[in-house]
T-cell receptor, first 115, second 114 residues
Framework: QQQVKQSPQSLIVQKGGIPIINCAYENTAFDYFPWYQQFPGKGPALLIAIRPDVSEKKEGRFTISFNKSAKQFSLHIMDSQPGDSATYFCAVSREVTGTASKLTFGTGTRLQVTL | NAGVTQTPKFRILKIGQSMTLQCTQDMNHNYMYWYRQDPGMGLKLIYYSVGAGITDKGEVPNGYNVSRSTTEDFPLRLELAAPSQTSVYFC?????????????FGSGTQLSVL
């Protein structure tokens, strides 16, 4: 059973557009929702993360929107640039005192930003 | 700081061969993880460690083994390579916890089993 479902699989936008990537989860116990960015030949790198006590978080051109009741969260990239072309992964985890939190990743979205 | 370093970057194995994927980090992180990445499947957790001498299974541990004798090193061992183990393997270490949690990934090892 997939714990987090990510869509779309791929996305092409023009420079300046606002790509939106969505993730949905089932387990309401999850309490940490990061997004990772991966360039070809590199490992993923943390982009931005949110906790369920807020509905939105912005860092530069990247925004996470979080809908706790719908169990969904999404990544918006404002004024997208060709340099944003990468694969984006959402992830979920649950922090349990005394144990290691373990991220469960979505299947990834390949974003291409064209000129 | 070099961060998380993985070797080798590429490897081709024959079915039944064994190998060790090396991972070392210089950030003094206690938590370390091994993931595999298959096309269209995201990253799946193989094994993780919360400190030297302590390891535990992740989601897909079959066919793999790990050890953690030092804080810095977390090697992944494939004993009898199978085609199903063809994948890209990523090692990661974790800084902080809760709101400050952040995973640092290596650049990966691309493994083909033929």
């Amino acid at each position: 059973q997939q714990q987090v479902k990510q869509s779309p699989q791929s996305l092409i936008v023009q420079k300046g557009g606002i790509p939106i990537i969505n993730c949905a989860y089932e387990n309401t116990a999850f309490d940490y929702f990061p997004w990772y960015q991966q360039f070809p030949g590199k490992g993923p790198a943390l982009l931005i993360a949110i906790r369920p006590d807020v509905s939105e978080k912005k860092e530069g051109r990247f925004t996470i929107s979080f809908n706790k009741s719908a169990k969904q969260f999404s990544l918006h990239i404002m004024d997208s640039q060709p340099g944003d072309s990468a694969t984006y992964f959402c992830a979920v985890s649950r922090e349990v005192t005394g144990t290691a939190s373990k991220l469960t990743f979505g299947t990834g979205t390949r974003l291409q930003v064209t000129l | 700081n070099a961060g998380v370093t993985q070797t080798p970057k590429f490897r081709i194995l024959k079915i039944g061969q064994s190998m060790t994927l090396q991972c070392t980090q210089d950030m003094n992180h206690n938590y370390m993880y091994w993931y595999r990445q298959d096309p269209g499947m995201g990253l799946k957790l193989i094994y993780y460690s919360v400190g030297a001498g302590i390891t535990d299974k992740g989601e897909v541990p079959n066919g793999y083994n790990v050890s953690r004798s030092t804080t810095e090193d977390f090697p992944l061992r494939l004993e009898l390579a199978a085609p199903s183990q063809t994948s890209v393997y990523f090692c990661a270490s974790r800084r902080g916890q809760g709101r400050n949690e952040k995973l640092f990934f290596g650049s990966g090892t691309q493994l083909s089993v033929l």
